[in-house]
């Protein structure tokens, strides 16, 4: 989900006045002062105009903010990746602002910035930099320049910082960094309607890599299938396919009876117990997320005989490994396919009703 800044601004504008400030308040931030579930602990506050930039800054203007499960995990307080606090908001008790990618514009640069000029561009090279804000000051080693002919939701998603979140990037190097696909191999994945699960989906595709894309079963099932192979998914099947005995004969008409050497996991538990057996000799699966919050099981059999290897991928390490012209080979790599029309804004639609929760219990908890 993406949280267009100014239109939350004038949405909460229109309706009320904050009574916190006698001054009028341009800008607002959706923020936490402890950790703990988001629809408590997340409010927003409004502040003034930012100060002119400090030398090597720049104030920014949040344009698209995207909303990540892995923020609510970090406002929960049980993520890895650790928030600062923003110094303007911090009086008292540091205050803390959510939101790790966005796609802000520079609206005014500090001396000796020459790497950046007013109406361009940026997103953040520097973690948990809170970015659910219509306006922050920047350091200008902490945001990347971006072409600004990109749609705005594509380049919101494009942060190259350590992010835990980074759909497309995550989907990229896990198609890339574990096994040498040719064109016409398969990949198997679960969450395949998830944000990276539809990066896997348009990256392969672009590849001519297949993939088998695993969702959970729904009342539209039709719709969302169809919705996946339009972005490129070449089969998709429900967990539930996963039980039947004859399923595996179903894989194997598919696949032509090639063995399938990459599986991505979303999820973990059981269905992704049994996803592994499907995957072929020599093979890899990458885990990147635990969505059913069940642990991860593998039968010991296919790593003997079939010498399965297990890896984990998080897409912050990858980031932190990785040197500055490398990050900016994956920007490229990414916007190419973008403006190519290979990954597109709307497949990187969510829907989650957490977030839609979590968004309007933010109002609740703001005083007016
Ligand atoms: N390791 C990394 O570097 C990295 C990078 C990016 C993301 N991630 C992780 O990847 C995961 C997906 O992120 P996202 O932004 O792509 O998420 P998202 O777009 O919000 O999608 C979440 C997905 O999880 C599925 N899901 C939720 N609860 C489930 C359950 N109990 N059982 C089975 N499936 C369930 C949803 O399926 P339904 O539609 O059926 O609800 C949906 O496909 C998250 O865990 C995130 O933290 C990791």
């Not at 006045?17 to 629809?39: E, L, Q, W």
């Amino acid at each position: 989900m993406l949280l267009r800044t100014a239109r939350l601004r004038q949405s909460f504008l229109r309706t009320r006045t904050f009574a916190t400030s006698s001054v009028s308040c341009r800008n607002k931030a959706i923020v936490y002062r402890k950790h703990g579930n988001p629809s408590e602990v997340l409010s927003v506050l409004s502040f003034p105009d930012l100060p002119p930039p400090p030398p090597n800054t720049a104030n920014v203007r949040f344009r698209l903010s995207p909303l990540n499960p892995a923020d609510i995990n970090v406002v929960e307080g049980v993520y890895p990746a650790k928030p600062s606090p923003f110094d303007l908001l911090s009086r008292d008790a540091p205050v803390y602002v959510g939101g790790n990618e966005g796609l802000a514009e520079v609206v005014q640069v500090g001396d000796g910035v020459k790497e950046l000029r007013k109406g361009d561009w940026v997103v953040m090279t520097k973690p948990q930099i809170g970015t659910w804000t219509s306006a922050r000051n920047v350091g200008v080693q902490d945001v990347l320049k971006i072409p600004s002919d990109l749609e705005e939701a594509q380049a919101a998603t494009l942060t190259v910082c350590d992010v835990h979140k980074v759909n497309p990037p995550t989907a990229y190097n896990m198609l890339h960094d574990f096994v040498h696909l040719e064109k016409g191999d398969w990949v198997v994945q679960n969450g395949a309607n998830s944000a990276v699960g539809q990066a896997v989906i348009q990256i392969a595709a672009a590849n001519g890599w297949n993939t088998l894309n695993f969702v959970r079963d729904r009342e539209d099932i039709g719709s969302l299938t169809g919705y996946l192979k339009d972005l490129g998914a070449t089969q998709v099947a429900t967990y539930d396919q996963l039980v039947d005995k004859g399923f595996k004969d179903q894989v194997k008409t598919w696949t032509g009876g090639q063995s399938i050497r990459l599986g991505l996991n979303c999820i973990g538990g059981r269905a992704t117990t049994m996803m592994v057996r499907l995957l072929g000799q020599d093979a890899h699966l990458v885990s990147y997320g635990a969505m059913s919050r069940e642990p991860l099981s593998v039968p010991t059999s296919l790593f003997i005989f079939k010498n399965l290897t297990c890896h984990g991928f998080w897409q912050s390490q990858w980031y932190s490994r990785k040197s500055m012209q490398e990050r900016e080979r994956l920007m490229e790599n990414l916007v190419g396919l973008m403006r190519h029309g290979k990954v597109r804004s709307h497949g990187l639609r969510q829907r989650r009703e957490l977030k839609l929760c979590t968004i309007s219990s933010v109002a609740q908890n703001t005083k007016y």
